[in-house]
């Protein structure tokens, strides 16, 4: 499959995941005004494929920030009030002819809050033995975290993925 027709599918995947998960977090009615609220819901989850939609809650204008050291950072305003938006990471494995040296791995990092959005796709160029969960993976688990403070959500080429939800300096 040409590396053209997987960056849509991929797209696709990801639109799926927003379009088919409710914005409102299943959150405590009342939030500390030093945490924000977490909830994980894996989407795809196989050897080629994974998708994964993070949904942040927080009881006032907040800032996402989420990526990686092979990545830069993207962010978005939470404007709501409260504030509520998500993340979205996708990664796909893409197939090479046999007897290739070196496969392919999409990633897709996106957060989105009020119409606002960031995103960072990119296309990595790795060895054909590397697996999908051995490149990317995202271990954030749903719960309630101290703003301001990096979360680990998951793993890039090696380097953790970070979240971030800050205060607004609004």
Same mark, same amino acid.
């Given at each position: 499959?040409?590396?053209?027709?997987?960056?849509?599918?991929?797209?696709?995947?990801?639109?799926?995941?927003?379009?088919?998960?409710?914005?409102?977090?299943?959150?405590?009615?009342?939030?500390?005004?030093?945490?924000?609220? #977490?909830?994980?819901? =894996?989407? /795809? +989850?196989? &050897?080629?494929?994974?998708?994964?939609?993070?949904?942040?809650? !927080? @009881?006032?204008?907040?800032?996402?920030?989420?990526?990686?050291?092979?990545?830069?950072?993207?962010?978005?305003?939470?404007?709501?009030?409260?504030?509520?938006?998500?993340?979205? #990471?996708?990664?796909? =494995?893409? /197939? +090479?002819? &046999?007897?290739?040296?070196?496969?392919?791995?999409?990633?897709? !990092? @996106?957060?989105?809050?009020?119409?606002?959005?960031?995103?960072?796709?990119?296309?990595?160029?790795?060895?054909?033995?590397?697996?999908?969960?051995?490149?990317?993976?995202?271990?954030?688990?749903?719960?309630?975290?101290?703003?301001?403070?990096?979360?680990?959500?998951?793993?890039?080429?090696?380097?953790?993925?970070?979240?971030?939800?800050?205060?607004?300096?609004?």
């Amino acid at each position: 499959m040409k590396i053209t027709y997987l960056v849509p599918v991929l797209a696709v995947a990801l639109l799926t995941a927003y379009a088919e998960t409710s914005r409102t977090a299943s959150t405590p009615e009342q939030l500390a005004d030093e945490s924000f609220h #977490l909830t994980v819901e =894996r989407v /795809i +989850t196989n &050897q080629n494929v994974v998708v994964s939609v993070l949904k942040i809650h !927080v @009881s006032h204008n907040a800032f996402v920030s989420v990526g990686s050291e092979p990545l830069s950072r993207i962010g978005v305003a939470l404007a709501d009030s409260p504030g509520n938006g998500q993340v979205a #990471l996708g990664a796909s =494995r893409i /197939i +090479t002819h &046999q007897g290739d040296d070196t496969a392919y791995i999409q990633t897709f !990092v @996106s957060a989105e809050s009020s119409g606002n959005s960031a995103a960072a796709p990119r296309i990595n160029r790795v060895p054909a033995d590397t697996t999908l969960d051995s490149f990317f993976s995202v271990s954030a688990v749903s719960g309630d975290y101290k703003l301001d403070t990096p979360v680990e959500i998951g793993e890039l080429g090696g380097k953790p993925m970070t979240l971030i939800v800050g205060k607004s300096s609004k």
